[in-house]
């Protein structure tokens, strides 16, 4: 049986838990070491968070103060853009870890395929996994093209890489590339920034189950093969969002939420970003 600390074998085994908190938006001090605090206390052993977030502080702190032992925690966070290039992530990283004051992350991502740049970013976070500062790389906001263009000159394939995904934007052909490749995809936006939760057929199935919408989405993914990473900042929402794991969705609730795909992004497009 699955359940809140179950996890899937990254490639290169590695294991990482299916089900985390993801910390983008959430505010630097008081409000971050909070969320951090109460997802550990509920059974989260994942946290996501990034250069880019300003939070890393925050999350150090609430993992010191969870008396959880280090090595059963799963920590990401990711190099943003303007950090990119060979010498400058090697930087980054050190600030990251610095902040987040840890002696090794779990998980490093490029956070997106800044063009001309990529490349050597992923030289750095290779070197990183090298030195053992990291137990695995990957990427964020990948399309397929990005990954078959780092694929070609990788020492190290990246083991996960982090996209937009949910019903609306299921993802479906970079998912089975994905998969073919031995990378382990996962969600961010599981929940659509909340604007599924009002959706009818969604609605349907919730009530099929006495669950909340979005219980549905975040065991969608789970069932899906998709490692997902909702975020809130409400103690008992971030309760809510890991009850998932006493009721499984049917195939034929499988196939009317895979329908709903709509290919409809709402954060930017990797293919024409501009930061």
């Known amino acids: 049986m699955l359940h809140l600390q179950s996890t899937v074998e990254l490639s290169n085994g590695v294991k990482m838990p299916w089900f985390g908190l993801g910390v983008y938006k959430v505010e630097e001090g008081d409000e971050v070491i909070r969320s951090v605090k109460w997802a550990i206390e509920a059974g989260y052993r994942l946290i996501d968070t990034a250069a880019l977030y300003q939070n890393e502080d925050g999350v150090g702190q609430a993992i010191r ?8 925690l799963f920590i990401t966070t990711k190099v943003w853009n303007s950090d990119q290039g060979y010498d400058s992530t090697l930087q ?6 610095s902040k987040l004051g840890l002696d090794y992350i779990d998980l490093y991502l490029v956070h997106w395929p800044v063009k001309g ?13 090298k030195e053992g500062k990291v137990r695995a790389i990957g990427v964020s906001n ?14 190290i394939k990246p083991v996960v890489n982090q996209v937009e995904l949910h019903p609306l934007l299921s993802q479906v052909e970079l ?9 382990q995809i996962e969600a961010w936006a599981p929940l659509a920034q909340g604007r599924l939760l009002n959706d ?8 099929t189950y006495g669950k909340s919408i979005a219980q549905v989405l975040l065991r969608w993914d789970i069932q899906s093969g998709i490692v997902t990473i ?17 009721f499984e969705l049917s195939s ?3 196939k009317r939420i895979d329908d709903l795909n709509k290919d409809q992004r709402f954060g930017a497009d990797p293919d024409n970003f501009d930061f």
């Open 117 to 129: 740049k990529y490349k050597e970013t992923w030289k750095a976070l290779e070197q990183l996994h």
């Open 92 to 97: 980054a990283f050190d600030q990251s870890i």
């Open 65 to 72: 103060e969870s008396g959880v032992p280090r090595e059963e």
């Open 252 to 254: 034929a609730d499988m």
């Open 142 to 155: 990948f399309q397929i093209h990005h990954l078959q263009d780092l694929l070609a000159d990788a020492e």
């Open 175 to 183: 998912r089975k590339f994905s998969k073919e490749n031995g990378i």
């Open 200 to 207: 009818p057929t969604l609605q349907e199935i919730a009530n």
């Open 230 to 246: 909702p975020k809130s900042i409400k103690q008992e929402r971030i309760i809510q969002n890991a009850d998932i794991y006493d």
